[in-house]
């Protein structure tokens, strides 16, 4: 954290703040004052007015201590040599100055406090023969004085650092709440699409044929109106029970299995009951796959379906999964183009593939896609298998 400046942690004085050290400076004043004020009234009432008004100056130049913090103190301590009574003053301006923590101001302006001191005593006439006497005891005020202003500062700093670090704490939770609001935004959209797209797929394909087959027989429509309404009963499904482990409601009720590397031959016989030739090879057999990379293997091939249904529902597809513990998983799946597609280059990847994406890198593996030379849409992840 860089040095702080004075400015930075000096509190602003409210008017009690004024009040109360004017007060304590006139106090001390008049204390240092009182005998030799009784001499001056009596044998020189010209050097008592002198005095009176070098205190009345002191404590205006006083209220300046901040602005012009050595200016005032030296200007204090030039009248301190024909005035006692702005000792006060000089007290309070010495604290002040001494709460800045800077030595090259604290040192010079304290050892002339001292000298001036010594330079009032050589005329006063109500001072102790011995003046030398108390000189420890007045350079003990001084370094208390140096004392409580180091102090006071050190204190404020302090107060200004820990708050500036609770502010910081505070940005920086704010920052990571955002950040973890936008996180679970995309985890909702991307379940919401590796849930939901295969079932909205497959009924937008009946609903469709229902629309421009005027030929189906009243069987054919009840079949297809039948899937149309079980997987809109399963995407609905499939919706809530999303939305609930997102939430985290009630975590401790039984809810339906997450979709696992057994359940892929499930999703190949969907796809093939609403006419997608899908020809599945399956090389790990009964082998043990962790949940969470069974898992992703079973979305990557859901969503490859899925797309090949919407884009090239005329063509035929190829999924196969292989793979050994300490090798990783291999799972592929690619179907021609569709006719009359021309380009070389690979179609751009919508959520679905960007979301896979995501969730192949967060298994510590890769997922990738092309086109072929002969046109065919290659869909391939490398998925981590541990030993």
Not at 310 to 322: F, G, L, N, W, Y
Request: proline share 5%; hydrophobic share 45%; net charge neutral.
């Amino acid at each position: 954290m860089p040095t702080l400046e004075p400015k930075d942690y000096q509190p602003a004085l409210g008017w009690w703040g004024h009040l109360w050290r004017i007060l304590v400076a006139v106090a001390l004043g008049a204390l240092a004052w009182t005998e030799l004020a009784i001499w001056q009234w009596e044998y020189d009432r010209a050097w008592f007015f002198v005095d009176a008004a070098g205190g009345l100056c002191s404590l205006v130049l006083m209220q300046y201590r901040r602005q012009r913090p050595v200016a005032v103190a030296l200007a204090v301590l030039a009248i301190g040599i024909v005035s006692a009574s702005s000792s006060g003053a000089i007290t309070v301006i010495i604290a002040s100055l001494a709460t800045r923590r800077r030595w090259r101001e604290i040192a010079p302006l304290a050892a002339l406090s001292m000298l001036q001191w010594m330079a009032f005593e050589l005329y006063n006439p109500v001072s102790v023969e011995n003046w030398w006497l108390t000189s420890p005891v007045v350079l003990m005020v001084i370094a208390a004085t140096v004392a409580t202003g180091l102090y006071i500062g050190s204190r404020r700093e302090l107060l200004v650092t820990l708050e500036d670090r609770a502010r910081t704490a505070e940005n920086e939770q704010a920052v990571r709440i955002s950040q973890a609001r936008t996180a679970e935004r995309a985890r909702i959209a991307r379940e919401m699409h590796d849930v939901l797209a295969h079932r909205i797929s497959l009924v937008a394909m009946h609903a469709g044929a229902l629309t421009y087959r005027t030929d189906l027989t009243p069987a054919e429509v009840r079949k297809a109106s039948a899937v149309i309404q079980d997987n809109a009963h399963e995407a609905l499904t499939d919706l809530r029970e999303v939305l609930g482990i997102l939430r985290g409601d009630d975590p401790d009720e039984s809810e339906r299995p997450q979709p696992s590397l057994q359940d892929i031959p499930r999703l190949v016989d969907d796809a093939r009951s609403v006419g997608l030739q899908v020809d599945y090879s399956d090389g790990l057999g009964a082998a043990q796959v962790p949940d969470s990379v069974g898992r992703t293997a079973y979305r990557i091939v859901q969503e490859a379906l899925t797309n090949a249904r919407k884009h090239a529902p005329d063509t035929s597809v190829r999924a196969s999964i292989s793979g050994a513990p300490g090798r990783g998983i291999v799972v592929e799946v690619c179907n021609p183009l569709r006719i009359g597609h021309h380009g070389a280059t690979a179609p751009r990847s919508g959520l679905g593939l960007v979301g896979l994406a995501e969730r192949a890198a967060l298994s510590g593996g890769t997922l990738t896609h092309e086109i072929t030379d002969d046109s065919t849409f290659v869909l391939r992840a490398q998925l981590p298998w541990r030993v």
